[in-house]
């Protein structure tokens, strides 16, 4: 007696008695439940750029990277129990439309929009404006 369950006359493993089929769990998860949208290294650097800036100004203490089945979203804390501040997002059914690449306020508006993340992350920039 074994632990292994009985296998029929056909010994090539891919098929049992009742015509169902091995499949490779791989494969099935793949088809099943694809992969995350992430934000690629050249993406992060550019946006913890920002971030290590920010927060040498005392404006931003915290983050967050979420990366979900349909977009990428880099959230920015004043405090961390806080609602974001900004959150960054990818999104790459809109790359063909309006651009992949969102800057999205607190209060759900969103500030900048655009095909290239740089481009994108420059409604950070400040300028300086004349005082009289």
Do not use: C
Request: glycine share 8%; hydrophobic share 35%; charged share 30%.
């Amino acid at each position: 007696m074994s632990d292994q369950p009985d296998i029929g006359s056909d010994n090539s493993g891919s098929h049992d008695h009742n015509g169902a089929s091995v499949v490779d769990m791989r494969e099935y998860r793949q088809t099943r439940d694809p992969l995350p949208i992430t934000f690629h290294r050249r993406e992060l650097d550019a946006i913890l750029w920002i971030y290590g800036r920010m927060v040498g100004e005392g404006l931003w203490r915290d983050y967050a990277i979420d990366h979900l089945k349909d977009k990428a979203v880099f959230s920015v804390f004043k405090r961390s129990g806080e609602y974001p501040l900004y959150r960054i997002e990818k999104n790459p059914k809109l790359a063909a439309r309006q651009g992949a690449f969102a800057v999205i306020g607190a209060d759900g508006r969103v500030l900048k929009r655009g095909h290239e993340l740089k481009q994108v992350l420059k409604v950070f920039d400040r300028t300086l404006k004349l005082v009289e």
